[in-house]
């Protein structure tokens, strides 16, 4: 999992004073943040305590949620792996793939403009690890229906698919027909 830092830079620091990380005001910190195009924003806050342990306050902001953690009178290692841990644990939560068995969903994808867009939905579903086959039942206009072979079920698809951006639930029609409808948005 990559970690960038902020380069607090003379536009870092004229965004965001240290008290703003202090008091969680995430009026500032999120517009800042935007410059680094991150999903997950993690904010700590460490001070130092007696014997060279540490106290951390973290929080995670992913999808316009907050998760926060404190650890108190921890060696520097143990609260750094702490943290990772933690957020590990809540990526895995939300985006992993339970491995409950292979089925088949039907999926209607609409957006689909030409021969690209065509190849680009199929190169972009078998790359995705959850996916085991793609097969194409039929094209109909500028859309596709589709049999995906996959240990996901409908619910975690439309969450992994929303977070990727490639394919979004169709808001007007989402369950036509029992296949899950969805628009191409080719990046």
Known sequence: MPLQLPMMDLQDQLEVEPGAVWGRLSR???PASERYGAEIILIGRLQPGAGG???GSWEFWTDGEVSELDER???EDALGVAVIDRL???LVE???VQDRGVQELRLGVSGVQGAADYAGVLRYLATLEFVDDVRVARVQGNRLELGL???ADSERLLTLFEADGQLLADELDPQAGGAIELVWRQR
């Open 28 to 30: 500032s910190l999120v």
């Open 53 to 55: 342990l540490w106290s």
């Open 73 to 75: 009178n921890l060696a």
């Open 88 to 90: 590990a644990d809540d």
């Open 94 to 96: 939300r985006y992993a």
């Open 149 to 151: 072979v996959t240990t």
